[in-house]
């Protein structure tokens, strides 16, 4: 006899999330204030918790009682080469890093050609921006001072100034900048 859907998906919740964290069902059931037989049975699908039951449990896990009750989450999601945006911004192009809209955060690779040149677009106040050169080189101008980089180095600056990123050499080059927005 198979369990219901969402019984099924607290048993296999509770469990991937106890086994993530390394801890017994004793701990949990300490942690959540309930009876170890009561996460037993929780886990093995043959419970039907009341939503105080549910939120003590999620509460001991860190996690809302909504991840507890839907559909088992992926544990990792593959994204392949070209699922994620890019855009040509002249001859440079610009590819997201992040599949997700992460608050506050944006992390972009960059394809700078021999000689290719792109012009930032100043943030908002409070912005820092980190620039990384991966190959190649890379040059930044930041309100008119010039640094060069070599693959590994690592330049930040205020992102709420007028900025630009040239490739000063014939060979391709690579970087990534990470962009963390000041409050708005």
């Not at 809209?101 to 972009?108: K, Q, R």
């Not at 912005?127 to 640094?147: D, F, H, K, M, P």
Request: proline fraction near 7%; hydrophobic fraction near 40%.
């Amino acid at each position: 006899m198979s369990m219901l859907p969402i019984a099924e998906n607290i048993s296999k919740n509770i469990k991937l999330l106890r086994e993530a964290r390394s801890i017994t069902q004793d701990q949990l059931a300490r942690a959540a204030g309930i009876p170890r037989p009561t996460l037993a049975n929780l886990e093995s699908g043959g419970a039907n918790p009341t939503i105080s039951v549910l939120a003590k449990v999620a509460s001991a896990l860190h996690v809302p009682v909504e991840e507890l009750i839907s559909p088992v989450h992926a544990i990792g999601m593959l994204y392949r080469s070209g699922e994620l945006p890019s855009r040509k911004r002249g001859e440079v192009i610009v590819k997201k890093l992040l599949p997700d809209t992460v608050h506050g955060l944006e992390m972009e690779r960059m394809d700078l050609p021999g000689g290719a040149r792109m012009v930032g677009s100043p943030h908002r106040p409070g912005t820092r921006e980190y620039l990384s050169c991966e190959s190649g080189a890379v040059e930044i101008t930041v309100s008119g001072n010039t640094w060069h980089l070599e693959p590994g180095d690592v330049f930040v600056f205020r992102g709420d100034q007028k900025h630009s990123y040239t490739n000063p050499t014939g060979k391709a080059a690579i970087a990534y900048s990470v962009v963390v927005f000041g409050s708005s």
